[in-house]
Every structure is written in C-alpha cells, then in structure tokens.
C-alpha cells in the first residue's frame, strides 16, 4: 500500500521545480518520497515507509504537506480534489 498523487505540470522544466520544492520539504521531514516524471509532464508521487514495507504516520504527515505546496503556477490545470 502506497500513497500515490498526479499532477500535470505545464512543461518538463516545471516538473523539476515541482520536484525541487519537494526535496526541500522532504529532507526538512526526514522522509522521502519516490519522485516520478514521465511523458515530460506528468509528475507523479508515491510515499511509503520503506522501512516498514507499508503506511506510517510519516507518510500521511508528507503527503498532507505536499497537497498544501503552492506548486499552482507550475500546473497545468488546478488539482481536481
Ligand atoms: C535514517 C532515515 O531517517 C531513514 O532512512 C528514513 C529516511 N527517509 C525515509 N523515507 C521514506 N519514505 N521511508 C523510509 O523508510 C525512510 N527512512
């Protein structure tokens, strides 16, 4: 079981500076996701605890931290939830 979230960002590059922001939230939290870009605009991240094979509270602290990220200007379209 893994938390996964998409997102399409409005060109590669972006894509990067998603990811950029990401990793400075993720070495602040002592946890890391598994960054994904693929189709050059299609970023995609999954969280678990590797540690563990599966969910800890980490993983649903990370994630709520990514979902208030403003990244909107990096988008091509606002989140649909
Ligand atoms: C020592 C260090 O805190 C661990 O290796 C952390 C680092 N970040 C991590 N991130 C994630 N997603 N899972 C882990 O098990 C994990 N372990």
């Known amino acids: 079981m893994k938390l996964r979230r998409s997102w399409a960002v409005k060109t ?12 400075v939230l ?11 870009l ?5 970023v995609t991240i999954e969280i678990w605890t590797h540690a563990v ?4 509270e980490n993983d649903f602290i990370l ?13 091509r379209r606002k989140p649909s939830d």
């Open 12 to 23: 590669f590059t972006k894509g990067l500076e998603f990811f950029r922001i990401v990793a």
């Open 38 to 42: 693929v189709g050059w605009n299609n």
């Open 63 to 75: 994630a709520a931290k990514i979902d208030k990220l403003d990244v909107l200007d990096l988008l």
């Open 26 to 36: 993720a070495e602040n939290e002592g946890h890391h996701p598994d960054l994904h």
């Open 53 to 56: 094979g599966g969910l800890t």
